[in-house]
């Protein structure tokens, strides 16, 4: 028993280690979701051949992992995803989990490429958004945040397509609210039963403060 948390605590600190020097670290084990909490419908998300399949009713997938103790500040988040026609999903940062409903908190990077919601892959939802689509349905991309200061910025297999600048929003000039970047942990979703999207790596880099 001693050995097996020494053990652990070696693992902890090599994690801690690991995210302090800026290296990409992997969320996503390949096996299972170990380190991911589901809200709603857990039967929303699955593993299946490798890859996370995200079908069924609304959900999401929040990482309460060890990695910064799933808390980033200034951080990047590289996604490699694939969106089945019509689907819809998104990537949020500095959240936090909630048991149902849409996160109420932090930001969420729009993952859609055919979905009637006019709002496509690389928005800022609902506060910088992109009308233009940059990849099919039925291929892998990569979906990159950078997460630093007041600025999220979205890459789309490593092009930039929008750089959102809070502190210059003047719509928000009555305050951020809890839609903000500030810090807090990532969350997958699953938007709605006809929604069918992969996710087969979900990796992070923390950032100097």
């Known amino acids: 028993m001693k050995t ?26 390949g096996k299972n979701l170990d380190g991911w909490k589901i809200s709603e419908d857990s039967k929303s998300f699955q593993v299946e051949d490798g890859v996370i399949k995200v079908a069924g009713p609304r959900g999401h ?12 500040n200034n951080f990047e988040v590289i996604v490699e995803v694939k969106t089945m026609p019509g689907a819809n999903s998104g990537i949020f ?18 993952v859609n490429q055919s979905h009637t919601d006019w709002r496509k892959t690389g928005s800022v939802y ?3 958004d992109v009308k233009e ?15 630093q200061g007041d600025v999220v910025t979205v890459k789309i297999n490593g092009e930039t397509v929008n750089v959102y600048d809070q502190s210059k929003d003047e719509n928000r000039k009555d305050g951020l609210g809890t839609k903000k970047a500030d810090h807090g942990t990532i969350a997958l979703q699953a938007h709605d039963p006809k929604s069918v999207i992969y996710y087969k790596s979900v990796k992070v880099k923390i950032l100097p403060d």
Do not use: R
């Not at 099919?136 to 997460?147: G, L, M, N, P, S």
């Open 4 to 29: 097996l948390l020494t053990f652990c605590c070696f693992l902890a600190l090599t994690f801690s280690v690991s995210a302090q020097n800026g290296d990409w670290i992997e969320l996503f084990n």
């Open 61 to 72: 997938a929040f990482y309460m992992g060890d990695v910064a103790n799933h808390d980033f």
């Open 93 to 110: 940062v500095h959240t936090q989990y909630q048991e149902d409903g849409w996160p109420s908190v932090g930001y969420e990077i729009q």
């Open 126 to 128: 609902s506060f910088q």
């Open 133 to 147: 689509v940059f990849v099919k349905d039925e291929e892998w991309y990569t979906e990159h945040i950078i997460v």
